[in-house]
C-alpha cells in the first residue's frame, strides 16, 4: 500500500489536457516538495517535475505541477501520443526518512 | 554527459548474495547523495536506500534494512549495493539514482538504466 495514492490510470485525446493527482499526509507532501517521473514503456524513469512545479531543461512546458497543502497535481496540455507513460510522484516521508511513491498512474492516450 | 550505469544484477537463489555496481560519469560524484530505487516487473517504484555525499549518512527502506548494505567509492565513482539473504521479492530491476544536493534528501533527480535481479529456485 503506497503512502502517496495515485489513480491507477488517466486517459485523453490528442490536444486535450489531463491532471493526474497525489495525495499524501502531513508527513511527506505537506512539508514537503513533490517530484514527478515519467516512465515510457520499457525504459528506466526521468524526471519530470522537481519540487513542486519545476521543469528540468528539456521538459516540454505541457507539463506542469503545484503543490496545495497534502495534495499535488501533474497537468499535462495538449496532449500527445507519445505522452502515454506511467507517471509517479515522490515526496520525503519526515516520520520514516525516507522517500516514498505514489503507485503510478498509466496514462493512455485515447 | 552525465551517466549512470548499473550492472551485477543476475539470477540468483533465495537466500543468497549479490553485489551491484553503478558507475559514474559526466558530473563530480563525489559532490552529490546517491540511491538505489528498484521496480519489480510490472509494478511500482520502491526507494531502497541512500547515501550522503561523504557516506557519513545513510538510510534504508524497512523491507531491506539489514539484509541489504548501501556503499561508494568516491575515488573509482562507483556505487554499491550488496543484497544478503535475497528473497524472491526482491526481484525487481535495480536503479541507480543521483541525488540534487549532498544528502540523500534532496529529491531523486537523474536514473541509470537499470540492472535486473531475479530471485529464484
Known amino acids: 500500500q503506497s503512502l502517496l495514492t495515485q489513480p491507477p490510470s488517466a486517459s485523453g485525446t490528442p490536444g486535450q489536457r489531463v491532471t493526474i493527482s497525489c495525495s499524501g499526509s502531513?508527513?511527506?507532501?505537506?512539508?514537503?516538495?513533490v517530484f514527478w517521473y515519467q516512465q515510457l514503456p520499457g525504459t528506466a524513469p526521468r524526471l519530470l517535475i522537481y519540487?513542486?512545479?519545476e521543469r528540468p531543461s528539456g521538459v516540454p512546458d505541457r507539463f506542469s505541477g503545484s503543490k496545495s497543502g497534502t495534495s499535488a497535481s501533474l497537468a499535462i496540455s495538449g496532449l500527445r501520443s507519445e505522452d502515454e507513460a506511467d507517471y509517479y510522484c515522490?515526496?520525503?516521508?519526515?516520520?520514516?526518512?525516507?522517500?516514498?511513491f505514489g503507485g503510478g498512474t498509466k496514462l493512455t492516450v485515447l | 554527459e552525465l551517466q549512470l550505469e548499473e550492472s551485477g544484477g543476475d539470477l540468483v537463489q533465495p537466500g543468497r548474495s549479490l553485489r551491484l555496481s553503478c558507475k559514474a560519469s559526466?558530473?563530480?560524484?563525489?559532490?552529490?547523495?546517491m540511491h538505489w530505487v528498484r521496480q519489480a516487473p510490472g509494478k511500482g517504484l520502491e526507494w531502497v536506500a541512500g547515501?550522503?555525499?561523504?557516506?557519513?549518512?545513510?538510510g534504508y527502506a524497512p523491507s531491506v534494512e539489514g539484509r541489504f548494505t548501501i556503499s561508494r567509492d568516491n575515488a573509482k565513482n562507483a556505487l554499491y549495493l550488496e543484497m544478503n539473504s535475497l528473497r524472491t521479492e526482491d526481484t525487481a530491476f535495480y536503479y541507480c539514482?543521483?541525488?540534487?544536493?549532498?544528502?540523500?534528501?534532496?529529491?531523486?533527480?537523474?536514473w541509470g538504466q537499470g540492472t535486473l535481479v531475479t530471485v529464484s529456485s
Open positions: 559526466g558530473f563530480g560524484f563525489d559532490d552529490y547523495g
Open positions: 519540487r513542486n512545479n
Open positions: 539514482v543521483k541525488d540534487f544536493r549532498l544528502l540523500w534528501s534532496g529529491g531523486l533527480e537523474t
Open positions: 502531513n508527513s511527506n507532501i505537506g512539508p514537503n516538495d
Open positions: 515522490a515526496a520525503w516521508h519526515d516520520s520514516l526518512s525516507a522517500w516514498v
Open positions: 547515501l550522503s555525499w561523504n557516506s557519513g549518512s545513510i
